[in-house]
T-cell receptor
Framework: LAKTTQPISMDSYEGQEVNITCSHN???????ITWYQQFPSQGPRFIIQ???TKVTNEVASLFIPADRKSSTLSLPRVSLSDTAVYYC????????????FGQGTELSVKP | GAVVSQHPSWVICKSGTSVKIECRSL??????MFWYRQFPKQSLMLMAT?????????EQGVEKDKFLINHASLTLSTLTVTSAHPEDSSFYIC?????????????FGEGSWLTVV
């Protein structure tokens, strides 16, 4: 299973754009990249998923370079409520959808 | 979006008793569900893969006789913690795999807090 590496923590201020990068050097050909957000005492919430290039939805953008060995989650204009742990995962199609969580990135948004 | 629901959200049980946690996919059928546990300030740890109509597949180090998993229908998987002990106290989270022509996605439940006293 592809292993992911993310910064353990990041700080930001309200209104700023936040970019969280994840490395996944041994990503498999048919692996998708999925990002989740988790608040304390809640299950992870799906944010965005992509395979290559750029994906954008109403809450975030996901940038994936051509070699797919890394990906960057971009959160535009964060607010205090975006303070959470963000997880990058790869897999989904390999191992029947089994997702192995890494440490995640604890994002702290300050006023 | 797809919804996965867990019940109960929290439960307190006495040491030595068993407790069951349910995981339901509310708007899609899931042949595959997953169970995780999470300790405070730590990441999610995969416990087992629940397969509809067949036995669950457990991760290394997870006691299958202690954590019984049943996936009797396409929308329901249950985790039963048998003979619970205080060290089993944790946050248990399930997820369900939704397969679709446009791509597969994993959705997580809200989680269930178990406290064993």
């Amino acid at each position: 299973l592809a292993k992911t590496t993310q910064p353990i923590s990041m700080d930001s201020y309200e209104g700023q754009e936040v970019n969280i990068t994840c490395s996944h050097n041994n990503i498999a050909t048919n692996d998708y990249i999925t990002w989740y957000q988790q608040f304390p005492s809640q299950g992870p919430r799906f944010i965005i998923q992509g395979y290559k290039t750029k994906v954008t939805n109403e809450v975030a953008s996901l940038f994936i370079p051509a070699d797919r060995k890394s990906s960057t989650l971009s959160l535009p204009r964060v607010s205090l409520s975006d303070t959470a742990v963000y997880y990058c995962l790869v897999g989904l199609y390999n191992q029947g959808g089994k997702l192995i969580f890494g440490q995640g990135t604890e994002l702290s948004v300050k006023p | 979006g797809a919804v996965v629901s867990q019940h109960p959200s929290w439960v307190i049980c006495k040491s030595g008793t068993s407790v069951k946690i349910e995981c339901r996919s509310l708007d899609f059928q899931a042949t595959t569900m997953f169970w995780y546990r999470q300790f405070p300030k730590q990441s999610l740890m995969l416990m087992a893969t629940s397969n509809e109509g067949s036995k669950a597949t457990y991760e290394q180090g997870v006691e299958k006789d202690k954590f019984l998993i049943n996936h009797a229908s396409l929308t329901l998987s249950t985790l039963t913690v048998t003979s619970a002990h205080p060290e089993d106290s944790s946050f248990y989270i399930c997820s369900a795999l939704r397969t679709a022509p446009g791509g597969n996605t994993i959705y997580f439940g809200e989680g269930s807090w178990l406290t064993v006293v």
